[in-house]
């Protein structure tokens, strides 16, 4: 199987000193990459940058015009933790692009699997503004062009904080489902089991918060036994994944604690929700320790194609058992509220 990798390997044009989310993380996925040694089995493909087009499909015009005229200006503090300077908008354009350039390429090399491998990162995007590092929602930006070609597209988001961004976008999209593991609490606040999607697709986001400590058979259980139902009822043409490697416990972020092994396990389980070969795309999202976020991307990406390195081993006896129960019990309880309202609705018209 093939590897192509999508992206700007140009870091300079967005950065910050001191900043967490800087150059050098994309270098350390690509070093990842190299540590593989695909020879000719990998294919690197520039990003093209995304059009408005692209973009207004999930964000509001004026924010994109803002965020423009914004990083012309020379750029500033968007908010606490998220910034931009003058080479930012280029920047999250051709982030944006590289997984359309990504999906592009998978339909010319079915028998690939394909890794976006860009920054500024993009999950917590919301329509209107930038939040938490992010500047425009990358796997957002993939998924509506193939909802909007017909696909039916699984978004899993397995970064260390929840997507509140893509949630949000697609939150009463029945074209698009969202999964999400998460630590609870953290950044950003939201990712309870009771949020399952709005009234026109009831069911369509599925959060599974998990507590600090929580080790990979952790993770690993929360996909298998509370997502995969849902997976499984909704059926996906695609596949895309907000693959962020902060979950590791090298991470300086973040408190879960999953080992560069663990995530060969998680890109297993979600290469299998993909109905056929050429349908997976993974999106490098957080990841803040350079040498973990090396390690966990050949570890992932090596899963797949039958090529794994030599990783630390899985791990297990974390906390989260009890967490992975009552977010079961909690979106069930969500999802019959939902149904019952929906009755209610029915009844009186």
Same mark, same amino acid.
């Given at each position: ?25 994309? @270098? =350390?996925? +690509? &070093?990842?990459? $190299?540590? /593989?040694?695909?020879?000719?089995? #990998?294919?690197?493909? *520039?990003?093209?940058? !995304? ?39 280029? @920047? =999250?354009? +051709? &982030?944006?692009? $590289?997984? /359309?350039?990504?999906?592009?390429? #998978?339909?010319?090399? *079915?028998?690939?699997? !394909? ?58 999209? *029945? ?175």
């Amino acid at each position: 199987m093939q590897l192509i990798v999508t992206g700007d390997l140009d870091e300079s044009e967005h950065a910050r000193s001191g900043h967490p989310e800087r150059p050098g993380r994309v @270098a =350390a996925a +690509m &070093a990842g990459v $190299a540590d /593989l040694q695909l020879g000719d089995d #990998l294919l690197v493909l *520039p990003a093209r940058p !995304a059009s408005l087009a692209d973009l207004t499909r999930v964000h509001e015009s004026g924010y994109l015009e803002g965020l423009a005229t914004f990083c012309g200006r020379g750029g500033g503090d968007l908010d606490r933790d998220t910034y931009a300077g003058a080479g930012s908008w280029q @920047a =999250a354009r +051709m &982030a944006a692009g $590289a997984g /359309l350039a990504a999906i592009e390429a #998978l339909k010319l090399h *079915p028998n690939a699997i !394909a890794f976006a491998a860009a920054r500024p990162p993009g999950h917590h995007a919301l329509p209107d503004r930038a939040m938490g590092f992010c500047l425009l929602n990358n796997i957002a930006v993939a998924a509506a062009l193939l909802a909007a070609t017909g696909e039916r597209v699984l978004i899993v988001d397995w970064d260390v904080h929840h997507g509140n961004g893509t949630q949000a976008i697609f939150w009463d999209d *029945p074209r698009v489902l969202y999964v999400s593991t998460h630590q609870s609490p953290l950044f950003p606040g939201s990712g309870h089991p009771s949020e399952i999607g709005g009234t026109s697709d009831p069911g369509g986001t599925v959060n599974i918060p998990l507590p600090p400590g929580a080790t990979g058979d952790v993770v690993r259980e929360a996909l298998e036994e509370v997502a995969a139902p849902a997976v499984d009822c909704f059926g996906p043409t695609w596949v895309l994944v907000s693959a962020g490697f902060d979950a590791h416990r090298a991470d300086p972020l973040a408190d879960l604690a999953l080992s560069s092994g663990d995530f060969a396990h998680l890109s297993r389980i979600v290469a299998g929700f993909a109905p056929q070969p050429g349908r997976l795309v993974l999106f490098l999202e957080g990841g803040y320790d350079l040498r973990a976020l090396r390690e966990a991307v050949a570890a992932a990406l090596g899963a797949l194609l039958d090529t794994p390195p030599t990783v630390h081993g899985a791990t297990s006896g974390g906390p989260g058992a009890e967490s992975i129960h009552l977010a079961r019990l909690e979106r069930e309880a969500a999802l019959r509220r939902a149904e019952g309202a929906s009755m209610w609705t029915q009844g009186a018209e």
